[in-house]
């Protein structure tokens, strides 16, 4: 019954072109991958500062392994709780000027842990439409009440913001920068609302943290809105290069999702090497202002080109979408790729709604000017296709 049952499942999936699997990368250096033994580009990394193969980094995680070994060995409330992690959550809360900062596993672990610790019975959440799975299941766990407005129409918002005037608290919960379309929360606007309706504000700034705003803050620096945030997300697993991910609020908010944030309470503590990692990661982004503003001119550069070649992804970030609608065509795009030897992934349903499969490209700062020109030039030979 249960085998043929997901039989049948895993055989509608390939009839519709929705049927996933796992690629193994045999070793991986500077935006080049190794695939069943020929070298790709990658073009799908969220690496976007190439940090995960930082020399100081490496060397900082293996020193911590000698130090500390290889795991926490326990949740951070039993025995897994080591200065790395400290060390990690202080320096990160000078580099996001955070009045406290919490360590979660990851960006997922974060969000299904903390939204529905924090909001429950009589309270509203108010989603973009487009917002990350994570934060989707976090609000489905909460007990509060679920609604989704269009996809950053602020219009929309604001009427939800009216109708639920009355519940007990009001949430805007929303990605930073999208991370399967690339554009970037309005958070002037939302923050604007947040005042008029007395709202607060939940904000996932997992693909901006450390690679927008001056000095990586996130698009909260990037629209000098800081301060105005509830609570922000961010992950080390993307631009930071490692793995893990943090949340930034009050010194209640730490306290109380210390004791009330389940995927907090009831999982083992990252790896203390990973977060001496992170901490390294977290000097490098510091120091970075440089190479940020040169990845931005690349980025810049890159969709103007794409522009020149008539593909609208309508990104101004280095998330690059090309939406095929359809999901076959968004796979014969990835193979025509994949026959080039350029690493890029095909999106589809149910990561993004239906009719709007895409090919998502990324860019990094491991990537050479070359290997940007072989992906126009790919594109420019693709437009039969799209
Ligand atoms: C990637 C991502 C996450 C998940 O973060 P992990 O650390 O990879 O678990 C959460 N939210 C958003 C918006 C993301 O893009």
Redesign the pocket.
Same mark, same amino acid.
């Given at each position: 019954m249960f085998k043929k049952r997901i039989t049948d499942k895993i055989e509608k999936l390939k009839s519709e072109n929705l049927f996933r699997e796992i690629k193994v990368f045999e070793g991986s250096r500077g935006g080049r991958a190794k695939l069943a033994g020929r070298e790709y580009l990658v073009f799908c990394s969220?690496d976007y500062l190439g940090l995960s193969q930082h020399p100081e980094l490496k060397n900082a995680m293996r020193g911590a392994v000698e130090r500390f070994g290889a795991g926490a060995c326990a949740s951070r409330l039993v025995s897994g709780s080591t200065s790395a992690h400290s060390i990690l959550e202080e320096k990160l809360k000078n580099f996001m000027q955070a009045e406290a900062v919490l360590l979660? @596993? $990851? +960006?997922?672990?974060?969000?299904i842990g903390i939204i529905p610790a924090i909001t429950g019975k009589g309270d509203i959440l108010l989603c973009d439409k487009l @917002?990350?799975? $994570?934060?989707v299941d976090g609000c489905l766990l909460s007990k509060a009440e679920f609604r989704r407005y269009r996809h950053l129409d602020m219009e929309a918002l604001e009427k939800l913001l009216v109708k639920y005037r009355f519940a007990r608290e009001r949430w805007i919960i929303t990605? +930073?920068?999208?991370?399967m379309d690339g554009d970037i929360a309005p958070l002037p606007d939302i923050c604007g609302l947040a005042k008029k309706y007395d709202a607060r504000i939940y904000l996932?700034?997992?693909?901006a943290f450390g690679v927008l705003g001056a000095n990586g803050r996130g698009t909260p620096e990037l629209f000098e809105n800081e301060g105005k945030i509830d609570v922000l997300?961010g992950?080390? +697993?993307?631009a930071a290069g490692v793995? +893990?991910?943090f949340a930034c609020g009050s010194a209640e908010l730490y306290s109380y999702l210390i004791n009330h944030a389940r995927s907090f309470i009831y999982s083992t503590a990252i790896p203390p090497a990973i977060a001496m990692g992170a901490v390294t990661a977290v000097d490098i982004l510091g120091s970075f202002t440089k190479e940020r503003e040169r990845f931005l001119e690349i980025v810049k550069d890159f969709n103007s080109k794409m522009a020149e070649l008539n593909i609208a992804s309508g990104s101004k970030s280095y998330i690059i979408p090309i939406v095929t609608g359809n999901a076959g065509t968004a796979l014969e795009l990835e193979n025509s790729f994949w026959s080039e030897a350029v690493y890029v992934q095909a999106i589809r349903p149910p990561t993004v709604p239906e009719g709007s499969s895409r090919l998502r490209l990324t860019l990094t700062l491991s990537q050479q000017e070359d290997d940007r020109k072989k992906v126009l030039a790919i594109l420019a030979s693709s437009t039969a296709i799209l």
């Open positions: 969220n979660f @596993n $990851s +960006g997922y672990a974060a969000n @917002n990350h799975a $994570s934060l990605d +930073g920068l999208f991370s996932d700034d997992a693909h997300v992950t080390l +697993g993307k793995s +893990g991910a």
